[in-house]
């Protein structure tokens, strides 16, 4: 017990003879003003920007209506002795419309893969032209992976409409 009192004499006498022999002079600083600024407003932005309801209508119709004529091609292909050419020649002009719709930000990635889809299946149709039909298969494969997901892509803007997020 005689070595613990000693121990925190010990202690108290070093931390007194470290500590400065005289207190820091206050610093004369000034008292804070108030200052009255007005901050302006921001400006409005409506919430629904990210998926506006009446983009997304618009571009539901327009996207609908380029799917249904890609979808008449997609089974034109599939048919015994397509016409190839005629075939590339619509999917050129369903491509061309795809990338003319104007579409809310949260069809983004619907749009992508619709785009995908359809850029697939025409390389599909340059094999195929050619009688590469492996290759061709490859990309009918690739363009039928992106129907899929876009089918799922709708399907969700579908349950989070009109709230969707980023």
Known sequence: MKSTKALVILISLLLAACSPKTLPEPTNTPEPTVTSTTTPEPT???EDEYCN????VDAFENLKQIFNEFNDQIHLITEDNP???SIITELTRIQNNLTKVEIPE????L???MESSVNNALEGETYAIVKNYTEASRY???ATTDIS???DELERLADCFPDCKP
């Open 44 to 46: 409005p932005t409506p």
């Open 53 to 56: 309801p009446v983009e997304f």
């Open 83 to 85: 016409d190839h050419q």
């Open 106 to 109: 949260c069809m983004n990635y």
């Open 111 to 113: 749009k992508e893969l």
């Open 140 to 142: 009918y494969v690739k």
């Open 149 to 151: 997901l876009s089918v």
